[in-house]
């Protein structure tokens, strides 16, 4: 079965940088484009990245962009986020999320979704 | 960015009730929409993809429907299981979320 699992969150001081991870297991993990969504304490879901599944490919939410970065490393079927010049409105639980799509090549919804990490920044 | 407003913010239903959410976009997106359940403390589910398709293992009292920028979720016979939040998400551009519908119990 399909199963995506987070790691790396923790509590870092603002400035600071985190990368966290996401193993993937349970499908062909190089068919598949990957996401990171993250949700606020008592917030919705905001999109964070996604990186297409030959990793030619990666977009960034304004929020995030020039601070963060998405990559993927096939063959460890592993997913991660570099998470530079943290700010306190980026304290949230981090999911990583599948696309529904087989090897797209344009934006796909979501399917599965990992049990998430927090990361909060805080001095 | 596309903007998804989500209506209503919170509803108050009982077992057995028909319940029904909709999702606005700012423009349209085809039907390049999910809808998602979330549980305290867990992970989004997939409910429904492609504004009307039932996502394997999700029983059939859910259904979605609609195109281009008005979309619905309806909950046919509310079950105990049922009550969480629900979101609607697009993928027509980079994806954007709705605010969340919490489905209480009455």
């Known amino acids: 079965q399909v199963q995506l699992v987070e790691s790396g969150g923790g509590v870092v001081q603002p400035g600071r940088s985190l990368r966290l991870s996401c193993a993937a297991s349970g499908f062909t993990f190089s068919s598949y484009g990957m996401h990171w969504v993250r949700q606020a304490p008592g917030k919705g879901l905001e999109w964070v990245a996604v990186i297409w599944y030959d990793g030619s490919n990666k977009y960034y939410a304004d929020s995030v962009k020039g601070r963060f970065t998405i990559s993927r490393d096939n063959s460890k079927n592993t997913l991660y986020l570099q998470m530079n010049s943290l700010r306190a409105e980026d304290t949230a639980v981090y999911y990583c999320a599948r696309d529904l799509v087989e090897m797209a090549t344009i934006l796909s919804l979501t399917d599965y979704w990992g049990q998430g990490t927090l990361v909060t920044v805080s001095s | 960015d596309i903007q998804m407003t989500q209506s209503p913010s919170s509803v108050s239903a009982s077992v057995g009730d028909r319940v029904t959410i909709t999702c606005r976009a700012s423009q349209g997106i085809s039907s390049w929409l999910a809808w998602y359940q979330q549980k305290p403390g867990k992970a989004p589910k997939l409910l429904i993809y492609?504004?009307?398709s039932l996502q394997s293992g999700v029983p059939s009292r859910f259904s979605g429907s609609g195109s281009g920028t008005d979309f619905t979720l309806t909950i046919s016979s509310l079950q105990p299981e049922d009550f969480a939040t629900y979101y609607c998400q697009q993928a027509n551009s980079f994806p954007t979320f709705g605010g969340g519908t919490k489905v209480e119990i009455k």
């Open positions: 492609a504004a009307s």
